[in-house]
């Protein structure tokens, strides 16, 4: 079992910068997917080097959540990184993987909101000198303005070219910095690169949370009928299906307005007549739309590729609210996007919660819930040594999905041993859903949205089955409170620097050259192993630059890329690296490897 964990959307989750001078230096002609060519420079170190740790080469596994599901289900797509790895995990990956998503040309139109906001040229596409001029000045700035708030800075210009709020199309659910079709990394889009057999022998499990939306819609005392952000965030998705990734920004802005402004926007929400709740109705439509529709979509396109071994890929839903005495004041959150890792990651095992790891509040699990865990932890780490998430003492066999049997696994503490194949759950407070191809009605409705189609009637509930975060209340709920600031969840495991962690040292010698780690209880860390040069000055924008070293390399501290994350800016621009605990007396074991790579700049 070797293990490249993106565990969160800080990392590897995104893949600015692309521009005209940019794939002017590159004989493939595109740019863009730094942070995708960096996650392949660290699998390529560690399929090279499993065995100096331990580890097995041929059972590498790619594992994400959020926008790094989004990340490790786009490493499939990509031929780069064929033979690189056997298994896939990814948990709500979050991103459009419709072809309109990948247009480099819109990608050059936005990118130059970050030109703007460093003064380095003018909103639009450049070329010829003036596109070289403009990648040599940007290469010269630091690196305060090419995050999130640099982009931010340059929109009213692009406004003014383009038409007030269209810079806000780009940059809303950070699509400025999402991959392209680069004829490299990228050369098909997705869906076309998954229909052509790519990654057709990687294994995988994929699967959303039954509540996704609750953790971006985070007031359920809003109006959000009449809130922009959702209206974009689903025009958005729609608008794709008219677009293409050859699309010019001028034609994708053009379709992202005239759905939102369609009748269409009308006709969805009457569609969604089993929420009556204007919040929880935008909470199930952001999800069916953004996570069950899409998944439907990939799945569909795995399955019926005709060189995909039969029972190679499995679905799930994670349904287990945030319960009260895990998350004090946030059960309102239902099964949220991310709340899984609590189970996943093990944090339940410490008695901590992913959304609390901050508060001195105490955490406890029932045995139910950590039930929920222990199952989910041996489904996974069974699909990291066999391809298989089955086993011994589970509580139920996890059929794989097909064209003729649509299996959905349920984790749920409810739910005897923790989870189930197909059960009959209380999806929403009117209707009862068999799980088999769950959510059916509403991913074909997503899926093919110029026909309507008619909502299923609302009826009572199955006595006993009813989930709080779908209890309706008449009244105007008051507003609740968003979720506190959440740290790192590894630090609640080991820390980002171990030189003081322990004494005990270990040497090993990789292909790059010679790494010093250290030992704890049983276990080896290396941290911050450089799989690139330092991506800065002239390197920035481009891919890793090979790096080698003599003498041994102190791999004891973390290498997080410079980024944002809130409003602090933080990390740094030498992060091409790789971290790898493993066990230190055994082999042929598994060690966990988890990646950095170039996010925002």
Not at 247 to 269: C, G, K, L, Q, W
Not at 287 to 304: R, V
Not at 329 to 338: F, I, N, Y
Not at 567 to 580: K, N, R, T, V
Request: net charge negative; hydrophobic share 40%.
């Amino acid at each position: 079992r070797d293990l490249i964990r993106d565990w969160s959307s800080d990392v590897c989750s995104s893949d600015l910068f692309a521009h005209p001078g940019l794939s002017a230096e590159n004989t493939y002609g595109g740019s863009g997917n730094w942070g995708m060519m960096d996650s392949i420079s660290n699998l390529k170190f560690l399929k090279a080097n499993a065995q100096v740790f331990g580890g097995d080469a041929s059972k590498v596994t790619i594992v994400g959540e959020s926008a790094g599901g989004a990340h490790v289900v786009l490493l499939t797509a990509s031929p780069l990184s064929a033979g690189l790895f056997a298994n896939m995990i990814a948990e709500s990956p979050y991103i459009s993987f419709k072809s309109g998503t990948y247009s480099i040309n819109a990608r050059y139109a936005s990118g130059s909101m970050y030109v703007v906001s460093n003064g380095c040229g003018s909103i639009g596409i450049p070329t010829g000198a003036e596109a070289t001029s403009i990648i040599a000045c940007m290469r010269g700035k630091d690196t305060t303005n090419l995050g999130s708030r640099g982009v931010n800075a340059g929109q009213d210009a692009f406004d003014a070219v383009y038409g007030a709020g269209s810079g806000y199309l780009f940059t809303y659910n950070a699509i400025q910095t999402w991959p392209v079709v680069d004829n490299h990394v990228l050369p098909q889009a997705p869906f076309a690169a998954w229909a052509s057999g790519v990654a057709s022998s990687t294994h995988m499990i994929i699967g959303h949370n039954a509540d996704e939306y609750a953790t971006f819609y985070l007031n359920s005392g809003k109006d959000y009928s009449a809130d922009p952000y959702p209206l974009v965030d689903i025009a958005w998705v729609l608008m794709l299906d008219q677009v293409s990734e050859t699309s010019t920004v001028e034609e994708i802005i053009a379709a992202a307005f005239a759905t939102r402004d369609s009748a269409i926007m009308d006709e969805i929400d009457a569609y969604y007549t089993d929420v009556q709740s204007a919040y929880e109705k935008r909470v199930q439509m952001g999800t069916d739309l953004w996570f069950a529709s899409q998944q439907a979509l990939i799945i569909d396109t795995l399955i019926n590729q005709a060189d995909r071994a039969a029972g190679t890929v499995y679905h799930f839903v994670y349904a287990q609210e945030v319960a009260a005495s895990v998350a004090p004041g946030l059960s309102w959150l239902g099964s949220c996007h991310g709340c899984e890792l609590d189970y996943v990651l093990g944090f339940y095992e410490d008695e901590k919660a992913y959304l609390t790891l901050d508060s001195s509040t105490p955490t406890t699990y029932t045995d139910a819930e950590q039930a929920v865990g222990q199952v989910m932890k041996s489904y996974w780490v069974n699909m990291l040594y066999t391809g298989s998430p089955n086993g011994a003492g589970q509580p139920d066999v996890w059929s794989p999905i097909t064209l003729s049997a649509r299996h959905t696994m349920i984790f749920k503490s409810t739910i005897t041993g923790g989870a189930a194949l197909d059960p009959c759950v209380n999806f929403v407070a009117c209707r009862i859903e068999v799980t088999a191809d769950f959510r059916s009605n509403k991913k074909a409705f997503w899926n093919q949205q110029a026909s309507i189609g008619v909502a299923p009637a609302c009826y009572t509930p199955i006595t006993g089955l009813t989930r709080n975060f779908e209890t309706y209340d008449p009244c105007p709920a008051p507003p609740n409170p968003p979720p506190p600031n959440v740290v790192d969840p590894d630090a609640a495991f080991y820390p980002a620097d171990v030189s003081a962690f322990s004494t005990q040292t270990d040497t090993k010698q990789t292909t790059l050259g010679p790494i010093t780690g250290r030992v704890s209880n049983g276990v080896e860390y290396f941290f911050g192993i450089p799989t690139g040069a330092p991506a800065s000055g002239v390197n920035r924008w481009k891919a890793p630059q090979p790096i080698s070293w003599t003498t041994p390399y102190d791999a004891v501290q973390e290498k997080p890329c410079r980024q944002n994350r809130g409003h602090e800016l933080f990390g740094q621009e030498d992060c091409i690296s790789l971290d790898i605990m493993a066990p230190a007396a055994l082999t042929d074991m598994p060690e966990i490897g988890r990646a950095s790579c170039r996010e925002r700049v």
